[in-house]
């Protein structure tokens, strides 16, 4: 198994986390990326990130090796997965245009001598894999969907040591084949779940969705029990210790945002819509995390002098990042800022300066 060679198009943070992860358990690992100058960095270990353990496994591996050459990259490995970004489309859906890139370069490259085991890595829509598998079967690709839940700022943890495995198999010798690669990888022994690539699809998207509504419900209960007085750290620890429910992703906080937990949600209404099936839990989740915002601050507003100082701690979508994407405690920042309060924003100086690049003077800074 140790003799695979494992190829991983597109190296972004997730890309690059499977890459080195594979690499730390004694795989070749290729991996392939379009952009040049990030090439080059990783290539010569200069690359530098803020995201744990990354720059570790980069600077001691020696069996990785980044290219843009997508040929090189397909010719070299025996099992290859795609990890390429999905934006949302203006409906909910996934945006798959730089995987249908990725396949349409494979369909270019004509068959393969040797049959290749192909593993769909990315957040697509429902059914995706099966045109994938239509498109490439021919050719000598064997496609599986394996998709994967880390959280930025715990990537090669989340990977290294998942609690599940979810694998849509092409057939049961490839899931098998997939399933041995994690064996070899992972640093626990995580359940396997082996099942079509549909349903595998399915999973990757209502298990996100199931934990938007667990944060939303926590916040909703939370926001209540302010309003009425009460203790709301220990009514959701209460409730969070009751094994059916259980305390991740259970507490009282800012909305969820980020890159992965709002696209999940309106792909699943999407999803549901097309099929059916009203998607009243993810539309409620979603209506009650922006109203969540706004309770946030009426309350602080009801509580506080305009032109007073008030201090935001953080304003990336969570501890530990430097993302900016669907932040509410930036949306929380900025409209209090925007209310006449005068606003400091605490955070590392790659956080600050992304946001002063946007927002320039409407906050002050202070960089910790």
């Known amino acids: 198994m140790h003799n695979l060679t494992i190829g991983v198009i597109g190296i972004g943070k997730l890309g690059l986390g499977l890459s080195l992860n594979f690499e730390?358990?004694?795989f070749?690992?290729?991996?392939?990326?379009?952009?040049?100058?990030?090439?080059?960095?990783?290539?010569?270990?200069?690359?530098?990130?803020?995201?744990?353990?990354?720059?570790l496994l980069l600077n001691s591996a020696t069996n990785f090796w980044p290219t843009t050459s997508l040929k090189k990259t397909v010719d070299a490995s025996d099992v290859i997965y795609i990890t390429v970004r999905t934006e949302t489309e203006s409906d909910g859906s996934y945006d798959v245009s730089q995987v249908d890139s990725v396949i349409n370069s494979l369909v270019g490259l004509g068959k393969q001598k040797e049959a290749k085991t192909l593993?769909?890595?990315c957040n697509v829509n429902p059914g995706y894999t099966?045109?994938?598998d239509q498109r490439l079967s021919d050719l000598n690709y064997k496609t599986s969907f394996n998709p994967e839940w880390v959280a930025q700022g715990t990537i090669v943890k989340n990977q290294a040591e998942p609690d599940v495995i979810v694998i849509g198999e092409y057939d049961e010798h490839e899931g098998s084949k997939i399933s041995g690669l994690y064996e070899k990888m992972c640093l626990n022994d995580p359940v396997v779940y082996k099942m079509d690539s549909l349903s595998a699809e399915i999973t990757k998207v209502s298990l996100n969705c199931f934990l938007?509504?667990?944060?939303?419900?926590?916040?909703?209960?939370?926001?209540?029990?302010?309003?009425?007085?009460?203790?709301?750290?220990?009514i959701l620890k209460a409730i969070g210790s009751d094994s059916r429910i259980g305390e991740k992703y259970f507490s009282y906080g800012f909305g969820y945002g980020g890159p992965?937990?709002?696209?999940?949600n309106r792909a699943m209404i999407k999803f549901a819509n097309d099929n059916g099936i009203e998607p009243l839990l993810p539309e409620a989740t979603q209506r009650y995390n922006d109203k969540h915002l706004e309770y946030q601050i009426a309350q602080l507003e009801g509580s506080t002098p305009k032109g007073q100082e008030i201090i935001v701690n953080g304003v990336t979508y969570k501890c530990g990042v430097d993302i900016?994407?669907?932040s509410q405690q930036l949306l929380y920042a900025k409209s209090l800022a925007e209310k006449g309060y005068r606003v400091v924003v605490k955070d590392i100086s790659s956080v600050c300066n992304q946001v002063q690049e946007i927002y320039g003077d409407l906050f002050e800074y202070h960089v910790e």
């Not at 419900?217 to 009425?228: C, P, T, W, Y």
């Not at 992965?260 to 999940?264: I, K, L, S, V």
């Open 24 to 26: 730390r358990a004694g």
């Open 28 to 55: 070749s690992v290729c991996g392939c990326d379009i952009r040049g100058d990030y090439v080059n960095q990783l290539r010569d270990r200069k690359y530098s990130t803020i995201e744990p353990e990354i720059n």
């Open 119 to 121: 593993i769909v890595n």
């Open 130 to 132: 099966r045109t994938v």
């Open 212 to 234: 938007t509504t667990k944060i939303t419900f926590a916040n909703m209960v939370g926001d209540l029990a302010n309003k009425v007085g009460a203790n709301t750290d220990l």
């Open 260 to 264: 992965c937990f709002p696209r999940d």
């Open 324 to 326: 900016l994407e669907g």
